[in-house]
């Protein structure tokens, strides 16, 4: 491929978010304790252009957790930012994430729900984990939609992300693609 062509794809460079373990770890456990019902939480990293660095990710202690959807109290993302600008070091609130399980026969999923879209902050980084009991195990890949898959004990595991540009009414967002290098190995790896 010529430069010019690259130049040329420049629009079309897919949103990629970096879980750092710390994070990783966060996500699942969350996800895991609590399968059958949902986990939320908060996501504090770097925000760069068409990348996201998860540093932590955290779950909100008392979310109304629930079968249908996880909510939130709004009071405490202006509390976590107010912590965040006391102590900077270029951390922000960068996003949320939330778990989603699976209800009888139709497994979880990490595409958002039209209630997920419908409280989507445009901006903001949105992960998704989708946690299913496993048919067999896997190592942890990313496949070729950007979506992080692995197996956990009984569990099968996949981390998903989504980001809404701006405000529409149609609810278009575009897929983020997760990575973790902490976990899938870095291809170049030398050793
Ligand atoms: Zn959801």
Known sequence: ???????????AIPIEAYLSLPAFLAVV???????????????VGIKGENKFMVEYAIPYQTADSGFVHAT???????????ILNKLSQGLEFIGDYHSHTAF??????VIPSHTDLASTVPGEL?????????????RWYENNQGVLIG???????????????????????ERVRIKCPAVTGIPEEKK
Do not use: H, Q, W
Not at 73 to 78: G, P, S
Not at 151 to 173: C, F, Q, S
């Open 126 to 138: 949105n992960i998704i984990c989708a946690v299913n009991l496993k048919k067999r195990a896997v």
């Open 29 to 43: 456990s969350s996800a895991v304790e609590t399968f059958r019902k949902e986990t939320i939480g908060y996501l």
């Open 151 to 173: 197996t956990i004990r009984e569990y099968r595991i996949e981390i998903g992300g989504y980001y809404v540009e701006k405000p529409t009414i149609g609810k278009k967002y």
């Open 72 to 82: 939130i109290d709004m009071d405490r993302v202006a509390r976590i930012n107010d």
């Open 1 to 11: 491929m010529t430069a010019d062509n690259e130049e040329k794809k420049k629009v």
């Open 104 to 109: 009888g026969d139709s497994p979880a999923t």
